[in-house]
């Protein structure tokens, strides 16, 4: 069983930065993709950023490109999202999640679920 403890949230003034870290448990980072998402109040989740169980390249949601970059210690078996010049829009619960498949890390299902981390941007 796959379990994701996600940390590093918190609220920033826009402009910003955090450090997002996604502790893996039950697989290593060389078997699932990871994914990172978001969600508002009321909104549908949405993809921000994955990468693949080959880290052959990550894929990034056009609103955090250039802002936002994912990378993963294999020996921690941790995912990391570092998001830079944070925006009032980026407020959202960010969660991480575990997916196997083929094709892209942005086309593959994702079945296994963090807790979610609250992201709060001040304007």
């Known amino acids: 069983q796959v379990q994701l403890v996600e940390s590093g949230g918190g609220s920033v003034q826009s402009g910003g930065s955090l450090r997002l870290t996604c502790a893996v448990s039950?697989?290593?980072?060389?078997?699932?993709?990871i994914g990172w998402f978001r969600q508002v109040a009321g909104k549908a989740v949405k993809g921000v950023s994955c990468?693949?169980?080959?880290?052959?390249?990550?894929w990034y949601e056009d609103s955090v490109k250039g802002r936002f970059t994912m990378d993963r210690d294999n020996a921690k078996n941790t995912v990391y999202l570092q998001l830079n010049n944070l925006k009032p829009e980026d407020t959202a619960v960010y969660s991480c999640?575990?997916?196997?498949?083929?094709?892209?890390?942005?086309?593959?299902?994702?079945?296994?679920w963090g807790q979610g981390t609250q992201v709060t941007v001040l304007s």
């Open positions: 039950g697989a290593s980072l060389d078997s699932v993709a």
């Open positions: 990468i693949s169980s080959s880290d052959d390249g990550g």
């Open positions: 999640g575990a997916g196997v498949g083929s094709g892209g890390c942005h086309t593959i299902a994702y079945a296994q």
